[in-house]
């Protein structure tokens, strides 16, 4: 086929509309995708690598991927890291006593056991740290960091303990990355970097508890705060991406990727972040089965495992795919939730983009034509860098994502039925088309 022209009405969308137009009410006609989404959180709850709940759900999502009649449903090995939160708090002991809500920072060492106790100091960013580094020794340093955007923000918590260290400090606190909620902390993953540094320990408190020490120590009170953390590292254990398909009609070798991560932090059910990923991009070969809708490529459906705190999931499939990483025509994840308003972005080239607008055109009803730039995901990242793979992201309103990301309010109850029934159809129907249509989508 020539490349058809993205102006106008695309004709050679013709053949798709029927078959796209059944997959999307099919998508939107119940709620199928949420309820399993309830049945996944309500039964296995969080999912945190190397936990038993991870290893049970992963059985439970292979069942019933077979149970769906998908094809080639199977899981691949890797070994994942176990970081253990165990027995935590943070006390206020003055001015007043008061138990703060925490959470340790994945990744952090644990204090010992009678906990670090020390004068907390309060600084705005890097250079305020760097500018009062005399004051630092024995102290326990919270980075109050009014969050502006994720990328921005998340810095403080991934590097904040190796800042903190290298200046002397005994402990170092976030204040939790996300927009304000109802004093909710935020967990996520940090590291200490390659430098020979102190191993400090780590959490973030909630926005709430920041601003409040931030004013009393503007006000010149002192604020002694005591960390308890039994945070550790226990040996690598091995876990799984899940993996089913519905295997091309014509150019089987041909993969459409589609997922997201099956794994998540610990204090929520991880339904947001990333159980709800791996729902609507389950769907798209779950309703294609359903319907009898085969197309030419092989749609590939990986449930990955471990994103949050090792993405071995991801790497582990480049690494086991890498023969197959140029036969991949066509990356898609869904990793920053499902809230309205839902948006579909695309990373690829001009030639590529112009055919994946036409396409959009078949998701007006949904209210998605419109499809933005910026596809790609952390789990698709390797294979896609690997084999140049043109990606594309479902991404919900990140205010209302990021609110409850990393939390225990992140629970189905946050999430609307209908919002993922329109990000399954969504998906599904581009899926569908970019895994049939006559050529493969230009790289
Ligand atoms: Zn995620």
């Given amino acids: 086929m020539e490349a058809p022209p993205s102006l106008g009405v695309p004709g050679w969308l013709d053949p798709y509309r029927a078959n796209a137009d059944k997959l999307i009410k099919a998508a939107t006609a119940d709620q199928s995708a949420w309820n399993r989404l309830a049945e996944l959180t309500d039964t296995f709850g969080q999912r945190i690598s190397g936990s038993d709940n991870l290893k049970r759900a992963i059985v439970w999502a292979t069942d019933a991927m077979k149970r769906d009649g998908l094809e080639n ?82 810095a403080y ?70 960390v308890k953390m039994a945070a550790r590292f226990e040996p690598d254990v091995e876990s799984f991406n899940v993996v089913g398909e519905i295997r091309g009609s014509e150019k089987p070798e041909e993969i459409v990727l589609v997922g997201g991560h099956f794994d998540s932090w610990d204090p929520g059910t991880g339904a947001s972040d990333d159980g709800v990923g791996c729902m609507v991009t389950w ?29 071995r999931g991801g790497n582990g499939y480049r690494d086991a795919h890498a023969q197959e990483a140029a036969n991949h025509i066509f990356a898609v994840e869904s990793d920053s939730g499902v809230f309205a308003p839902g948006r579909l972005g695309f990373s690829g080239s001009e030639a590529a983009r112009a055919l994946i607008a036409d396409i959009g055109t078949l998701l007006a009803p949904l209210g ?24 594309m992201a479902y991404s919900g309103d990140s205010t209302k994502y990021f609110t409850i990301h990393h939390t225990p309010a992140d629970t189905v109850d946050r999430i609307e039925p209908q919002e993922v029934s329109r990000a399954a159809a969504a998906l599904t129907a581009m899926i569908y088309v970019v895994a049939d249509m006559p050529q493969a989508l230009p790289k």
């Fill in 157 to 226: 918590r991934s590097g904040g303990a190796r800042m903190a260290a290298q200046h002397g400090a005994v402990a170092a606190l976030v204040r939790s990355v996300g927009p304000t909620g109802l004093r909710t902390p935020h967990t996520g993953g940090m590291n200490y970097g390659d430098e020979p540094i102190t191993r400090i320990p780590t959490a973030a408190i909630t926005a709430e508890d920041s601003n409040r020490i931030q004013r009393l120590v503007n006000r010149g009170v002192r604020v002694r705060l005591r």
């Fill in 73 to 154: 449903v199977h899981t691949e090995r890797v070994m994942v890291p176990r970081w253990v939160r165990g027995q935590e708090s943070i006390e206020m002991i003055e001015p007043p006593q008061h138990v703060l809500p925490m959470l340790g920072l994945g990744g952090s060492v644990g204090t010992p056991s009678a906990g670090v106790e020390a004068d907390v100091m309060v600084v705005a960013n890097g250079d305020e740290l760097a500018k009062r580094s005399a004051e630092v020794k024995g102290k326990i340093v919270l980075f109050n960091v009014p969050y502006t955007n994720y990328g921005e923000t998340v």
């Fill in 368 to 391: 998605l034509q419109d499809i933005t730039s910026g596809g790609g995901g952390a789990d698709i990242g390797p294979i896609s860098t690997l084999g140049k793979v043109p990606m």
């Fill in 283 to 311: 769907e798209a070969a779950r309703l294609m089965k359903k319907l009898n809708i085969r197309p030419k490529r092989t749609v590939r459906v990986v449930l990955f495992t471990n994103e949050e705190n090792g993405l």
